[in-house]
């Protein structure tokens, strides 16, 4: 924003006592006096004039560390402002500009300072190149989305300190801020479908090596898999086929129906809290199947693909999901009915569903799931009633992840109930 009044304090002064030497004068037929207003008059047009007759440009660029912010968490920011002027200026101050609601300067580090401070003193470029001016300032990110810093906003004063210029430069620089995510302790490690490629499963063709299925010997097939009853009985190199390792898949559904979340969960990312809740969880769940092991797909619960579905132990793809996250918002309703038919026909891994608000008849939608996973999941923000009872009773490892609840403790909980369920 520029500055209406373009005189400091001081030169607002100045500017007063010139029209009261022009007044007292007239008044008194004083001629001296009037020579000094005029004097005041003449300090201060040289004043304002020396600020704009100095022609000077600014390239303004900025660098967040990390690149892409995340949600509750400081991001430093360095600013680097290069000059060049024909005249030497005078010192003067510096603001970033930064989106309201959004950003706001966290604790400055050591050698930093907020998003405001002092503008040095810049020396005639006329037989050099540009000057380069650094800054660096704590950037708290307090929403998920996408948000611009800048412009900066440049202010300096004449050497008398009488007038002061105020000047928006250099572009906007864009900020993502992603969902945060959350650290998810293991699951405990158990055989079946449910285990990851760190517990590979493994598909017996028969109890004991007497009844495996042998086959030939190929180039390449280690001397240890020989079966060597097989091949004294056939006269040539057999092997065992007992071991057939695959990588387990998992799913996570994320469901953005509206009627489960506040109207306000569809206008913009970080506008519901409660849809915050949600968006977090999902990432953080994706995150930790990653790191078990698990192939995972991400998909909304009308079956809508939201990322591809991601390899076991690829962390740099949880990486790019994340901050794909950073844009998710709310959709028109759908019917939570739909994703039991997500996985009609198949059994897999665990199936980790985050939604909003949860009745009874959201529960009985999701009762046929359970019966499709080794470890079913359920997370929900702010469950209704008995939601949480009626889907225990359908097959639900389920909890309430709303405001004020560690969702380490609650994925922890399900988790380990899921496992005892699954044994048992």
Request: charged fraction near 20%; charge should be negative; proline fraction near 7%.
């Amino acid at each position: 924003m520029r500055r209406v009044w373009p005189l400091t304090p001081r030169g607002t002064g100045a500017l007063v006592l010139a029209i009261a030497c022009f007044a007292v004068a007239n008044q008194l037929g004083l001629v001296e006096l009037l020579y000094f207003g005029l004097l005041l008059l003449a300090v201060v047009a040289v004043s304002f004039a020396s600020l704009y007759a100095v022609r000077r440009t600014e390239t303004v660029s900025r660098s967040l560390s990390p690149d892409v912010a995340v949600g509750g968490r400081s991001t430093s920011v360095t600013v680097r402002v290069a000059v060049r002027t024909a005249l030497p200026t005078a010192p003067g101050t510096w603001r970033d500009t930064l989106p309201k609601g959004a950003l706001a300067p966290g604790a400055p580090p050591q050698g930093a300072g907020p998003a405001s401070g002092e503008f040095p003193a810049i020396g005639s470029g006329l037989r050099g190149g540009d000057r380069t001016v650094e800054f660096r300032y704590e950037l708290e990110a307090l929403r998920r989305g996408v948000h611009w810093l800048g412009p900066l906003q440049l202010t300096s004063a004449d050497p008398f300190g009488l007038a002061r210029r105020s000047s928006l430069v250099g572009d906007r620089t864009r900020v993502v801020v992603s969902p945060a995510v959350v650290e998810l302790p293991p699951l405990t490690s158990f055989a079946g479908d449910t285990g990851g490629t760190l517990h590979a499963t493994t598909n017996q063709l028969g109890q004991g090596s007497d009844n495996l299925t042998p086959r030939s010997y190929l180039p390449g097939d280690s001397m240890r898999r020989i079966h060597w009853r097989a091949s004294a009985h056939r006269d040539t190199l057999m092997v065992r086929q007992e071991e057939q390792e695959s990588t387990p898949e998992s799913s996570v559904v994320f469901d953005r129906g509206l009627s489960r979340w506040s109207p306000e969960a569809m206008d913009a990312p970080g506008a519901d809290p409660l849809f915050e809740l949600g968006v977090s969880a999902c990432v953080s769940a994706v995150a930790r199947l990653v790191q078990e092991g698990y192939s995972v797909e991400v998909v909304d619960s009308d079956g809508t693909v939201l990322w591809d579905p991601i390899e076991g132990g690829d962390s740099a793809q949880v990486d790019a999901m994340t901050t794909h996250f950073a844009t998710v918002t709310a959709r028109l309703d759908s019917d939570l009915g739909r994703v039991a038919h997500l996985f009609t026909g198949i059994s897999t891994g665990p199936i980790a569903v985050i939604t909003g608000r949860l009745d009874a008849a959201g529960t009985d939608a999701l009762a046929a799931v359970p019966h499709h996973s080794g470890l079913p999941l359920l997370l929900v923000v702010a469950p209704q009633g008995d939601a949480l009872a009626r889907a225990e009773a359908s097959g639900w490892r389920s909890a309430g992840i709303g405001p004020g609840v560690d969702l380490r403790a609650a994925w922890s909980d399900v988790a380990e109930r899921g496992v005892t369920h699954a044994l048992g």
